[in-house]
């Protein structure tokens, strides 16, 4: 119980000391129900409700019951979102929103961090977002956010706080108009200098970037054009791996907007640290977000001597045989982007991703089959990829493909065949 609250290092409010106005046996019973909780911050909430020791019990007691994990959605859904925590019931903290907002705005800074802290972990569920919003909340949180640097404490709960509000696509609108994006990059290039040693601020900084970014063309250009690719930049490349991924997941929801995707590729070490990341790491999700930003990047031509030369294609060629379904579908797309670049159809061919698509293409999934027969679609128009698939023998399957599957399908095996009727005893009908 109340592990959110036990995990954060808190401090002692400003001008805290004395005994204050509450009652000594009622600060006796809060100390002996709350034990987790300093008694400083059990006095000043006591003092601000005037020694009303029921209504004290009543905001303690749901902060301290749902606040169980210190896991968080992702944008997209991270396959490490706890099912537990978005599902778990919020009945209990429905009638407690308001007070959290009006806590936010007290003037003591221990019961600032605890309203943070709470409004973070509601933040989680859609229906808590909506409460909060309605509740008047997004403001006095970002306005914590920009009076809170000498506070780091409270501002990594702020900071997570608004990272799940982002979640919704409507706060999105709202946390910008309240103007978050200026001082959310401002403290993230505090937070990137060498020696920085505060990875969940980071994590939760990159997160904030990354949902308020999500599938927002608008915010997607405002993050890059105010400076937010330097910081996600340098933490793709921290030794923390949360913190990592959730600078891949930024990058990878920033490179959707098409102005982003050649600023993403210029700056120095990313595509190596994309490579890297396939070739050595073994988290899921991290693999998943490097797959979508190559996938997403690879969709500027601008970029393709930069990613020929990288070696992201061979690194993608060669994780997809033990790779989850998800990380093939997404490996298999950003093949395809890829191999629709004619100076890379030679490349691609020599890496082995003809075989890697073959073996795609009878897996079983729709979707992955379908991004599969995409990438051997358009490298069938090289000539060494053509020689290649008439000298594995896979005419046969692909004139099946082009009679009994969906449309799109049917498409592609199609296009596939037309490409290699140009080869010297290939028959043009089918």
């Known amino acids: 119980m109340g592990a959110i609250l036990e995990k954060v290092r808190r401090f002692a409010p400003f001008g805290a000391g004395g005994s204050g106005g509450g009652s000594t046996d009622s600060l006796k019973q809060l100390t002996d129900m709350f034990p987790m909780l300093e008694v400083e911050t059990l006095q000043s909430v006591l003092e601000e409700n005037d020694g009303d020791l029921e209504k004290t019990i009543e905001m303690f007691m749901p902060m301290c019951t749902a606040a169980t994990r210190e896991e968080h959605q992702k944008r997209p859904p991270s396959s490490k979102a706890s099912k537990e925590a978005q599902d778990r019931p919020q009945s209990s903290y429905s009638r407690d929103v ?32 909506q409460r909060i919003v309605r509740a008047g909340g997004i403001s006095p949180l970002v306005k914590l956010l920009v009076d809170g640097e000498e506070r780091p404490e409270l501002q990594r709960c702020v900071v997570s706080a608004i990272a799940n509000l982002a979640l919704s696509e409507q706060n999105q609108v709202l946390l910008a108009e309240e103007g978050v994006v200026a001082p959310l990059i401002s403290l993230a290039k505090k937070a990137m200098v060498e020696g920085y040693q505060d990875t969940e601020m980071q994590q939760n900084l990159a997160r904030s970037l990354a949902n308020l970014a999500y599938c927002n063309e608008e915010m997607e250009a405002r993050v890059v054009e105010e400076g937010g690719l330097e910081p996600l930049i340098a933490w793709s490349r921290s030794n923390d791996e949360e913190a990592r991924l959730e600078a891949v997941a930024a990058l990878a929801n920033l490179a959707r907007n098409v102005k982003n995707q050649r600023k993403i590729v210029q700056r120095e070490g990313v595509l190596k640290v994309l490579r890297e990341a396939l070739k050595r790491s073994e988290e899921e999700e991290l693999l998943r977000q490097t797959a979508r930003c190559i996938a997403n990047i690879s969709l500027n031509e601008e970029n393709q001597v930069d990613l020929k030369e990288s070696g992201v294609s061979a690194a993608l060629v060669e994780a997809i045989p033990k790779a989850s379904p998800e990380m093939q579908r997404l490996s298999a797309m950003a093949l395809a982007n890829l191999a629709a670049f004619e100076s890379l159809q030679a490349q691609l061919t020599h890496e082995g991703a003809l075989p890697v698509m073959f073996e795609l293409l009878q897996g079983g999934s729709e979707d992955i089959e379908l991004q599969a027969a995409r990438c051997v679609a358009l490298l069938s128009q090289n000539e060494l990829a053509k020689a290649e698939i008439v000298r594995q023998g896979r005419l046969p399957h692909f004139i099946q493909l082009a009679r009994t599957r969906t449309a799109d399908m049917q498409i592609l095996a199609a296009t596939t065949l037309a490409n290699l009727s140009t080869v010297k005893g290939v028959s043009a009908s089918w």
Not at 104 to 126: G, I, N, P
């Open 98 to 129: 308001k007070e959290l907002v009006q806590w936010a705005q007290s003037a003591d800074v221990d019961v600032q961090f605890q309203a943070a802290r709470a409004l973070a972990d509601l933040a989680m569920s859609e229906d808590q977002r």
